[in-house]
């Protein structure tokens, strides 16, 4: 069952009156337009009060989710990438990822990193097709000073600015702390893409709709890890509800010094890194 499903009813209630406004708009202009004819009573009742989700036995009151990524532990193997895309039905190329991996490589004489993903042409080249996703050896003959990867993905912000300009409501933030997209709802306007300033949404081009991590939340919700956490040979990604001061992320928030990923936005991450540098962002 994917994660529109997971909603149920609770989603139509919840935003019923926009279920026109898909098929008035055009553009992005459009959009914008037809959400401010909204009164402010109706749009605070049915866009900022998110829906209790009909999920049997989970009750999103009680938890809090938060995710951390140990970049000294990450050794670039992709299997989170491959798992993600299986378990989501992402796109199977090189260009949509709900989440990805960066490398940072500092070579001799060098001051800045120089950065690349799996969607890297070199890299691309190097797994010979685009459903195939690894790091091309191309510093092989290089002096390498330092060299890291970095596992990245949505950050489920505290404040997130994709909800905030979403013209229909469609990107929400649920009361566990996940945010998410009702796909009913959303109209391609890609305003939520452009907002957010970590790079992690996307376009459907199939669906004509945005998507983005979700955290499995179909997963989550029913006492499983996202896939990626399950996946990752080294531990590399820590998932858990910070409500539970003993789960694996409140003991990694509380023993490690953590970061947030360009925290002078204000949109304050729920995505905690160790063993990053200033470089990433």
Known sequence: MNEKEQFGEGQAARRSFLGCLGTAVVGGAAAVAASAMLSNETRAAAVDAPPVPAIPGYDWSKHHWAFGVDATKCIGCLRCVEACKAENEVAP???HFRTWVERYV????????RVDSQADPVN???SGSEGKYRFANRYKDAKVDKAFFVPKLCNHCTHPACVQVCPTGATFKTDDGVVVIDHTYCIGCQYCVQA???GARFFNEALKVTDKCTWCYHRITKGLL?????????GARIFGDRNDKQSPISEFIRNNRVEVLKPETGNAPNVFYVGIDKEVS
């Open 106 to 113: 500092y070579l001799e004489g060098e001051d800045s990193a």
């Open 124 to 126: 691309i080249e190097a």
């Open 196 to 198: 957010c300033p970590y």
């Open 93 to 95: 190329d090189a260009h």
């Open 226 to 234: 996202p896939a990626c956490v399950e996946v990752c040979p080294v």
